[in-house]
């Protein structure tokens, strides 16, 4: 194995030279066997060269070997990441004397149009783009040249349909190329490298080369002080959520520049808003997915710069984007994940031999284990594998319709065989896919002709006529536009019928499908296997001012008035603060929200927060265990005993105990979770863990203390639902962590919740899933989702309007509904690690046990202390008032019919009478101007009262009865009922009914005739 640099050629090796380079290790490892053709994984730490490792190698090839323009595919999951590679690859390519260039959804019209004239001979790319690629003649012509793909981020792509899509598409090159095309993966963080090696070619060989990394991490919670505490009342944080973040505004600027990593999207605004105020003179940046590209690039520049001292940001900036030198990464809680701590403090002195500093900011219980265990495994190396969903159906239907445009005609026997190439489709089977086929035939998608010889020549694809009329002159060179054919004659059609027959390839006599009369439209908005969600706009029902939006998955958990489905109103977070919807109106996109007034509620909604993996949990509950042994404590031991080959199996596969002096946790951390522990084990006196479940009966819910993650406990709590939902009906609502299931259903006991655990066989837990999801809100998301893929639904309709029921009815027991059941499970649920459990617990390896409430029983609060504090009643009227006294308004006199316009504030004494003198003037708001114009103007008697009243009371109240009529849904009627309620000069108590008031219409306005 070569260990420098004189394999390449010699261009490469002069520039190498020239800049003083050295191999890095995994530029020493992997240089030979990339010059050889070898499928390649590289896995290396951030910063140690994996880019320079795979496209020096491949320029050294093409140049020795002389290969041709549009000869290296380098693809990356971003395009951020495209214009940061292409910088650094466009040097190394012109040392060369060869070309390098970048394409992907932003590329110009005329970009696009030299490249395909002109390719360059190494193309960085999306692997959206890649799809692209596969079209057209010219492009399809210059990727026969192709002799390598390299696919940067490997692991991001892999554990999403995005990879999937990829991976036929690799097929489908090497399809087109008629060769085997060398394949390079480069991952900085890879669990299961085998694993990993095997998605990308069954002949790929992976290539771990750690480099010198040092790391500095360490989990630390902030003391509170007196300031705090009183701070605290004034800024609505708890005391030790203050603390933390006053130590993060010291630690940024002890750092600066430094990245501020947080978990979601409101955080990174509130906790950058909240530095700021704790010290003015930081310039603080935030950086996330809702933000426009131009201004997330605007701060990745004002970062590289210098000009910024922190960048709050969540995973947008995790992956290997250069934002210049970064001295320290901060984590504001626990990253959730191992892998995701790394690539994020890799970030830190990212270059070779750099360290990755970092501290982790956490002030409750849950947190500070969390981040001490994955803090740990970090430090260790302990990553948890990459997962993906194998054979997910939607990417084959994609890909079905997809290569038939480009390939024009495909035999029907060979398209599972295409399929099966890629590994991670290798077990589909013919009848799955002949199953797809027929309902994108059905969906115009696709036209299937399963037995040529019934069918009728004359409406066989266009490229068949082609073929035909090479060889026969009774043929036009072009199948004719179908109103001509539906004009000829019956012996004209006999004639092209007995010419085209004959013609009929070999390999289409068992029959083909080719492209639909839907399929390109399809093509256009189908390239992509990111899903394609409606966005809704979110409006303050107080201001009327938009607060942002949400996506297709939150809106369709929702009822039509926006409730659980338990029917109480959704609370969730955005722009930093917790809102209440009040109305879901399905003919309206847009949700109308709020605000929440009781400091007390926390948000029911979370989002989809990444993951904690079950052997994370797993490990917090041997934390909490050797800290009450290590104080010796008196807590029980689970028995080592044989429970039957399975459950021993799944026994060895739990995360083993380790010292309390291996996690990196500061003192006051520890000292914090200590005093959890000991207190838990004094009101409970036992310790949940990974083989002790514990069930607390709380004043408003059951609580299930189960240490396995997320999808075991979200698998776990709809199973418990479904089985209460058998008693009466009603499945309640159950909230979800890492470490416990909250559930508040009406028939649920403890008693029948350990029945229901300990008898109910493992094995009818996926069958009872399938039965009872498809009854509930869970599925829709995935199953709209699906049904656009299979073109069920059309792209851009609302979801809401569709009877979303009916089409489960349909395509019960079909792949339709079984894909979208696997992705759900896929994405939020593990049935096999909870049949497991299941088994576990049968077998007495797993222990129930019924407890009085303890102080790990209670679900963390910290994301409160990343809310901005709520509006008091007090504000939410005065941003009432000021939003009323803003309207615009017009006074329209009854005797005359002349109007008067004014801002509601500037009404004084000059509007109460018009010119003709009358005092009889009726108002309403300035975009309903011609409506009471016409009210005004009617000769209905019903009419005319209503606008008596409604003048009479502005010539009575004034400004007063004008901001009555300027609230929402508050008309004469309404606004007479406020006025005779309220007093004058109680502005404040008239607001309150107002915006009751309004609330109220929001709600049922949709009723209304």
């Known amino acids: ?25 995994i530029q020493s490892a992997s240089q030979k066997q990339i010059l050889d053709g070898s499928d390649l994984l590289l896995i290396a730490p951030t910063g140690s060269g994996k880019t320079e490792a795979v496209v020096m190698p491949l320029l050294s090839n093409a140049i020795k070997q002389e290969w041709q323009p549009m000869c290296i595919l380098y693809i990356t999951p971003l395009r951020a990441l495209n214009r940061d590679i292409d910088r650094r690859i466009e040097s190394l390519s012109q040392a060369c004397g060869l070309r390098s260039d970048v394409r992907h959804g932003d590329t110009t019209q005329s970009q696009r149009t030299k490249q395909s004239r002109n390719p360059p001979h190494l193309l960085v790319t999306t692997p959206e783009t890649c799809q692209l690629l596969l079209f057209g003649s010219r492009l399809r012509e210059g990727m026969k040249n192709l002799q390598a793909v390299v696919i940067d981020e490997v692991h991001d792509l892999a554990a999403s349909e995005r990879g999937a899509q990829l991976t036929v598409a690799l097929e489908r090159i090497d399809e087109l190329c008629g060769r085997r095309v060398q394949r390079i993966g480069l991952s900085a963080t890879v669990g299961n490298p085998d694993e990993m090696a095997g998605w990308l070619s069954p002949t790929t060989t992976p290539i771990n080369a750690p480099a010198p990394r040092p790391a500095e ?32 505004a010291s630690k940024v600027r002890e750092s600066a520049p430094c990245l501020i990593f947080v978990n979601s999207r409101n955080a990174a605004e509130t906790v950058a808003q909240r530095i700021s105020k704790l010290d003015e003179d930081l310039n603080i940046g935030v950086h996330h997915g809702s933000l426009a590209a131009e201004t997330r690039q605007e701060m990745e520049s004002e970062l590289q710069k210098g000009n910024l001292h922190g960048l709050v940001c969540t995973s947008s900036l995790e992956l290997g984007i250069d934002v210049g030198s970064i001295k320290q990464v901060h984590q504001v809680q626990s990253p959730r994940a191992v892998d995701r701590l790394l690539q994020r403090v890799g970030r830190a002195e990212h270059v070779l031999g750099g360290t990755s500093r970092g501290m982790l900011l956490c002030w409750e219980n849950d947190d500070i284990a969390e981040a001490a265990v994955i803090t740990r495994r970090a430090m260790t190396g302990e990553l948890e594998g990459v997962e993906w969903r194998r054979k997910p159906l939607s990417v084959v239907a994609n890909q079905l319709v997809l290569t038939a445009i480009a390939e024009k005609i495909i035999p029907l026997s060979s398209a599972a065989t295409l399929l099966r ?91 083909w499908f080719s ?205 418990l639902q479904a089985m209460a939902s058998t008693i009466d009906g009603k499945s309640g609502r159950a909230i979800i962590d890492p470490y416990r299931i ?103 390896a797993v222990k129930i046990e019924q407890t009085p409430s303890g102080a790990l029983g209670i679900s ?97 109240r004034g400004i007063e009865a004008l901001i009555c009529l300027m609230a929402r849904g508050v008309g004469e009627e309404t606004a007479s009922r406020i006025l005779n309620r309220v007093p004058k000069g109680e502005r404040e108590l008239m607001l309150k009914i107002i915006h009751d008031a309004e609330l109220n219409y929001a709600r049922t306005r949709r009723f209304w005739a």
């Open 742 to 844: 909250s559930l508040q259903v009406p028939a649920l006991t403890a008693d029948s919740m350990v029945t229901w655990l300990t008898e109910t066989p493992p094995e009818a837990l996926r069958d009872i899933m399938r039965m009872t999801i498809p009854n509930g809100r869970k599925l829709r998301a995935r199953l709209v989702q699906v049904c656009k893929t299979f073109g069920i639904l059309q792209r851009g309709i609302d979801p809401r309007r569709v009877n979303l029921q009916g089409i489960i009815n349909r395509y019960r027991g079909t792949v339709v509904l079984d894909e979208a059941l696997d992705k759900l499970f896929h994405d939020q649920m593990d049935i096999d690690a909870t049949v497991a459990l299941l088994e576990a617990i049968q077998a007495g």
């Open 1 to 25: 194995m070569g260990s420098d640099f004189s394999g390449l050629a010699n261009p490469l090796l002069e520039l190498t030279e020239q800049r003083g380079w050295s191999p890095t290790p």
């Open 217 to 248: 991490l360490q989990v630390v919670t902030e003391p509170t002080t007196a300031d705090d505490r009183a701070l605290s009342l004034e800024l609505h944080v708890s005391p030790r959520g203050l603390a933390a973040l006053r130590c993060l």
């Open 421 to 511: 190439r890629a590994p991670i489709f290798s077990d589909i089977s013919d009848s799955e896919v002949r199953e797809i086929i027929t309902i994108l035939d059905d969906r115009r998608l696709l036209k299937i002709v399963e037995k040529p010889a019934n069918s009728d020549p004359i409406d066989w694809p266009p490229i068949l006529w082609a073929l035909a009329a090479e060889k026969n002159s009774d043929l036009p060179e072009k199948r004719p536009k179908r109103e001509e054919l539906e004009g000829i004659t019956e012996e004209q059609r006999e004639i092209w019928s007995k010419a085209l027959r004959p013609s009929l390839p070999k390999n289409l006599k068992n029959g």
């Open 515 to 719: 492209p639909g009369s839907r399929s390109r439209h399809y093509m256009l908005n189908h390239l992509s296997m990111i899903a394609d969600e409606t966005r809704y706009s979110v409006r303050d029902s107080v201001t009327r001012r938009a607060l942002g939006n949400v996506d297709e998955t939150f809106v369709l958990s929702l009822d039509s008035s926006g409730g659980e489905e338990d029917g109480s109103p959704r609370r969730f977070v955005m722009a930093g603060r917790t809102w209440q919807i009040i109305d879901a109106d399905p003919e309206k996109n847009e949700l109308l929200v709020a605000p929440v007034s009781d400091i007390s509620s926390a948000p029911v909604w979370a989002g989809e927060l990444p993951a904690v993996p079950a052997d994370i949990a797993r490990e917090v509950g041997n934390l909490r265990m050797v800290i009450a042994e290590d104080h010796g404590w008196d807590v029980e031991h689970p028995k080592d005993e044989n429970f039957g080959p399975k459950v021993n199996a799944w026994l060895a596969e739990l995360p083993k105990k380790h010292p309390l002096s291996k996690y990196p946790v500061s003192d006051y951390s520890l000292g914090t979770l200590t005093n959890s522990v000991g207190e838990h084990l004094d009101a409970t006196g036992c310790i949940p863990n990974a083989r002790l479940l514990t069930i607390e009966a709380r004043r408003d819910a059951l609580v299930l203390n189960c240490c396995h993650g997320n999808k075991v406990n979200a698998a776990l709590a709809h199973f």
């Open 860 to 956: 963390p609060r910290s994301e409160r202390d990343l809310l901005l504090p709520n509006w008091s009643d007090a504000e939410v009227r005065v941003r009432l008032e000021e939003r009323l006294v803003n309207e615009r308004a017009v006074l329209i006199c009854l005797a005359c019919g002349s109007r008067i316009r004014t801002r509601v504030a500037m009404y004084g004494a000059k509007h109460t009478h018009c010119e003709c003198g009358g005092t009889m003037l009726a108002a309403t708001r300035e975009g309903l101007e011609d409506m009471l114009a016409g009210w005004v103007a009617s000769e209905d008697l019903t009419v005319q009262a209503r606008m008596e009243k409604n003048a009479h009371i502005v010539r009575q």
